[in-house]
């Protein structure tokens, strides 16, 4: 399942798994999934997405600036990312321009869980 939650030191994660993604429509699929979530959650989220070989297009971007101001920017309380490299970190930069929830990328799980449950 590309979405799922689970709990790291107390802490309710949202993880948003791209990994298995093959087109751009099952991105776009599982953002959606994903903005659902945190569409019905009744406090903000802590989202973890890993991005490891997928790769981002138009209208993934598109997509995802149009869920942030209808949903998301509201309802994210700190947002993680783990494969960010080449090409994704430009379109990252990109979208944390205009976005004022920054995503923040980060080599490893364990250091992007530590950041999402650090006060």
């Not at 093959?22 to 945190?38: G, H, P, Q, Y």
């Not at 019905?40 to 942030?68: H, I, N, W, Y």
């Not at 998301?72 to 004022?100: D, H, P």
Request: one cysteine or more; charged letters at 30%; aromatic letters at 10%.
């Amino acid at each position: 399942m590309p979405v799922s939650t689970f709990n790291y030191k107390n802490k309710r994660i949202v993880f948003i798994d791209y990994t298995t993604c093959k087109t751009k429509e099952e991105m776009i699929a599982t953002l959606r999934d994903a903005s659902e979530i945190f569409k019905t959650s009744p406090e903000k989220v802590l989202s973890l997405s890993d991005f490891t070989g997928a790769f981002g297009s138009k209208e993934f971007m598109d997509e995802s600036k149009r869920l942030s101001v209808e949903i998301l920017r509201a309802k994210t309380e700190k947002a993680a990312l783990l494969g960010i490299t080449g090409i994704k970190k430009v379109l990252l930069k990109s979208f944390n321009a205009f976005s004022t929830n920054k995503l923040v990328p980060f080599s490893t799980k364990e250091e992007a869980l530590e950041y999402l449950v650090s006060e």
